[in-house]
């Protein structure tokens, strides 16, 4: 008999996927979400280029919310978590303001804030696009609004790739300690 068969509760090999397998998926994860969000925005500016027949159609201004969530999400993922954490707590337990890791750590906040603001800006850029663009003006019929919608659902899902992203990079492996004294 075959030990490997008899130690074993299932019939199919069942592993529990490893700290590597997950961050891996995450990373590949976000790039799908990201994909899937570039390919929403690009089939309605291609629709408005070649087969919109109404009077509206995709221009810069439609672009403009991408492009915020697009560089939102390169400034978020950009941060390394440690450097957030820099300058928390000196060694004996007190705030550290004005030496060089608080500095960083100061900044690096800045700059994520930056980014999450870009992020939210290209979002509520989308909706309000939406809003004022199409349904203000009475275009409510579904090709055309669809555009509108198209845009919003790809800035959801860059920011969705960008919260991915940030958790399957900043994930900390089960042997890593942070050790502060």
């Not at 991408?66 to 000196?90: P, Y």
């Not at 303001?97 to 509520?124: P, Y």
């Not at 275009?139 to 919003?152: A, C, E, I, K």
């Not at 399957?168 to 300690?177: I, L």
């Amino acid at each position: 008999m075959d030990t490997d068969h008899n130690d074993r509760l299932f019939r199919l090999p069942f592993k529990l996927p490893t700290f590597h397998g997950i961050r891996t998926f995450g990373v590949y994860l976000s790039g799908i979400f990201y994909a899937l969000g570039f390919w929403v925005f690009l089939d309605a500016v291609l629709y408005s280029k070649y087969s919109n027949a109404s009077d509206v159609h995709v221009t810069f201004i439609d672009w403009i919310p991408f492009l915020c969530s697009t560089f939102g999400m390169l400034i978020v993922n950009s941060i390394e978590k440690n450097r957030l954490l820099q300058g928390a707590l000196n060694s004996e337990g007190g705030s550290s303001f004005g030496d060089v890791d608080s500095n960083m750590a100061w900044q690096a906040r800045s700059v994520l804030f930056c980014g999450f603001a870009l992020l939210a800006g290209g979002l509520s850029g989308s909706i309000v696009v939406l809003i004022i663009k199409f349904l203000v003006k009475d275009y409510t019929s579904y090709p055309t609004v669809g555009m509108g919608v198209n845009n919003v659902l790809g800035n959801i899902f860059i920011l969705l790739s960008c919260v991915v992203l940030w958790i399957a990079q900043n994930m900390e492996d089960e042997y890593s300690y942070s050790l502060t004294l």
